[in-house]
């Protein structure tokens, strides 16, 4: 038997439901947390990880069954399973557990060598994500499995909505360099549009070009995304998996893109794609961004391999069959 151990209004919703229509059962073990905010900071990711609800998984799974763990609450259920409260399953596969700063990531690699049990497992969104499991966290290759993340999100562009309106485009919450990216527009003859999060500490807006909203819901999201010349995405350098989720909605706009260089990008657009730029190199963002909105033959060009990237990603097929895969090697 597959159980799932879910985190209440988490993602990864294809991915769930292709295994519960299989016979996978799923257990969310704590409540929503107040305000339902779609990101969550370390402080929060934290208390969930020490919510006595976790408790509750004692008696869901047997030491015959297989376990997938989504989010960061994976580590708590582990170290449980240490100290003899819970069962050891037969597989332990946990997912989602990416961060983005490297002194978090040192402390979690200490905490994984520590409460890692036989039959851990991970699924990885990224290949920095998985070389850190395995080099820092002592976890076999054969048990960190890749998977290219992909879900059919909420808040599709409705017809009509498609179009050009000539502005740049910015959006996401996770390892994003917002600030390099208004200091690269600064000088732009264009209108940059950024969706945040509050959670960025985005400062206000310096001119009447530029448009900061926070947290908006998904249709408003997709809906400015459809609208613009440009997609636009500053990633940092570090961290793991991040910018996916935007990609997504981008690929299904079939929008240009100028993005960060990162492999979780990389991983779905190929590594000579020609929109990239230097991570943190404002000239290079600039310069990019200015061809983009000027040249409508290097935008075809872009759009053009954005149109073979969503393609290509069609062709893997359904998320959850990757990870029903995962859980039963």
Request: charged share 25%; hydrophobic share 40%.
């Amino acid at each position: 038997m597959i159980h799932i151990l879910q985190t209440p209004g988490g993602g990864y919703r294809d991915i769930i439901q292709y295994l519960e229509a299989r016979g996978a059962r799923v257990t969310v073990l704590r409540p929503p947390t107040r305000g339902g905010a779609r990101f969550h900071g370390k402080i929060a990711i934290l208390k969930s990880m020490l919510s006595p609800h976790l408790l509750k998984a004692r008696g869901v799974w047997t030491a015959s069954d297989t376990v997938l763990a989504i989010g960061w609450e994976a580590l708590t259920l582990q170290a449980l399973i240490k100290i003899g409260y819970l069962p050891r399953p037969a597989k332990f596969l946990a997912l989602a557990c990416f961060v983005h700063s490297e002194k978090v990531r040192r402390v979690m690699n200490s905490l994984w060598r520590v409460v890692r049990n036989p039959g851990l497992g991970f699924v990885a969104f990224s290949e920095g994500e998985r070389r850190n499991l395995i080099e820092n966290c002592g976890i076999a290759p054969e048990n960190v499995h890749f998977h290219l993340w992909r879900q059919d999100l909420d808040g599709r562009a409705q017809p009509g909505q498609l179009s050009d309106d000539g502005s740049i485009f910015a959006g996401g919450y996770s390892n994003r360099d917002y600030g390099l990216l208004r200091e690269a527009a600064a000088d732009l003859p264009a209108t940059l549009v950024i969706v945040a999060s509050e959670r960025n500490g985005l400062p206000p807006a310096e001119n009447e070009r530029t448009r900061i909203y926070l947290d908006l819901p998904e249709a408003e999201f997709e809906a400015l995304l459809a609208r613009c010349r440009v997609v636009a995405m500053p990633l940092r350098s570090a961290g793991e998996a991040c910018g996916q989720s935007v990609l997504l909605r981008v690929l299904r706009n079939g929008k240009p893109l100028i993005t960060s260089r990162h492999e979780s990008i990389e991983a779905y657009l190929g590594r000579d794609y020609p929109g990239f730029v230097p991570a943190g190199d404002v000239d290079a963002m600039r310069k990019a961004l200015q061809r983009a909105l000027d040249d409508s033959a290097w935008r075809a060009q872009l759009a053009k391999r954005i149109e073979a990237a969503a393609q290509q990603l069609d062709s893997h097929g359904e998320p959850g069959a990757d990870i029903e895969r995962f859980l039963l090697a």
